[in-house]
């Protein structure tokens, strides 16, 4: 698929100023989030499971001690006030030790959160994760009820991510969204989950589209048209004109998928850049280390029980950091966006580190221009 229509010289000069100051970030590379594997356990059978998780798994556990000792590392070389550590799995919850996990992050310091479905958040339990220091907390919900359940595989699920969604609104000191997977089933009523997210009292919902990989590879329901991709673009781009103007206090954005040519500043608050091994870094659920949960293909750096993850943090991470070797692969050896897209997102490359969908695939040297 091609988005791409014509943009200003406006806009281009604006993308190059930003592509400068990521390469700067990039030099430094300051780490502001690490996320953290912490199980491949799950309540739910979620048919686009990226980890193709399950309720019981040959995988076991990380032990907290394991995780906490590789934090450990940083201390010495960073401010753990400016560290985000996000907890995902799995499913986080199904953990008997999160909270004594997440009050050992903030007694170090760090600032932390989870990834959650929500059917174990009840009150004890968001009460419970506060009162350990949790400050962020995003949540799924990807339908309305008959398309949540089928998406989750579990039926009730849509009615406890309500129950919790009801609970989050009644907090307050907690920064917190809801995410929505979009995909064929249920992109004909974004508009209908827009009423029922603001009658709720929801301020913030992210869209995500889905990629092929993980069980949704095999599931051509996961994966939206090129038509409803624009679609879908047009519908956020609206909700944050809206927003803008003071006519909905939902705020609407799009996840991290990609260079969306037209479309950059009109469907997130700012210019794309991944930044996955440059700011954001991952210990996985086997102690892999390497960047954000969302890189399936094998671009791990070091492992914690053999490496020092400062130290992997300072001196690998080069095949994210230096994405030239991206250039040569198609289809980014002849486009002209290269220098605002720079290959895309890692999380969009497979495991012969090709491009599985790109949103400017073919874009010629007039595109992209005016």
């Not at 850049?273 to 969302?294: K, Q």
Request: aromatic residues 8%; glycine residues 8%; proline residues 3%.
């Amino acid at each position: 698929m091609n988005i791409i229509t014509h943009f200003g010289w406006r806009q281009r000069l604006q993308m190059s100023l930003y592509r400068r100051m990521c390469r700067n970030r990039t030099k430094i590379h300051p780490m502001r989030q690490l996320f953290w594997e912490c199980t491949l356990r799950c309540n739910l059978h979620c048919r686009h499971c990226g980890s193709d998780c399950k309720t019981t798994t040959l995988c076991p556990d990380m032990p907290a001690e394991d995780f906490l000792r590789a934090v450990d590392t940083l201390l010495p070389h960073v401010d753990p006030h400016q560290i985000m550590v996000v907890i995902t799995g799995g499913e986080p919850l199904v953990r008997a030790d999160l909270a004594e996990v997440g009050r050992a992050l903030r007694d170090r310091g760090f600032s932390w959160g989870i990834v959650t479905n929500g059917w174990l958040l009840d009150e004890q339990k968001l009460r419970e994760l506060l009162a350990a220091g949790m400050l962020s907390l995003t949540i799924s919900l990807d339908g309305l009820r008959d398309d949540h359940d089928w998406m989750r595989g579990r039926e009730g699920c849509y009615d406890r991510a309500i129950r919790a969604i009801r609970l989050l609104c009644r907090t307050r000191g907690l920064t917190w969204d809801v995410d929505t997977c979009v995909t064929r089933r249920n992109y004909p009523h974004l508009e209908k989950m827009r009423q029922v997210l603001l009658a709720e009292g929801v301020k913030n919902w992210r869209l995500l589209t889905v990629f092929p990989m993980g069980r949704a590879a095999s599931d051509p329901e996961m994966i939206i048209t090129d038509e409803e991709f624009e679609g879908l673009m047009q519908f956020i781009a609206q909700q944050r004109a809206d927003h803008e103007a003071g006519r909905t206090p939902l705020l609407c954005y799009y996840g991290c998928e990609g260079f969306l040519g037209e479309y950059e500043r009109k469907v997130r608050p700012h210019f794309y850049h991944c930044d996955a091994g440059i700011s954001v870094a991952s210990v996985l659920i086997d102690g892999s280390i390497s960047a954000c949960t969302s890189v399936r293909s094998d671009y791990h750096q070091g492992n914690i029980y053999r490496d020092n993850l400062w130290q992997v943090w300072q001196e690998r991470f080069q095949v994210f950091r230096d994405r030239s070797w991206m250039r040569k692969l198609e289809p980014c050896s002849d486009c002209k966006l290269w220098q605002y897209c720079e290959g895309g997102g890692m999380h969009q490359r497979g495991a012969d580190n090709r491009l599985m969908i790109c949103r400017c695939q073919g874009v010629n040297s007039k595109e992209g221009e005016s």
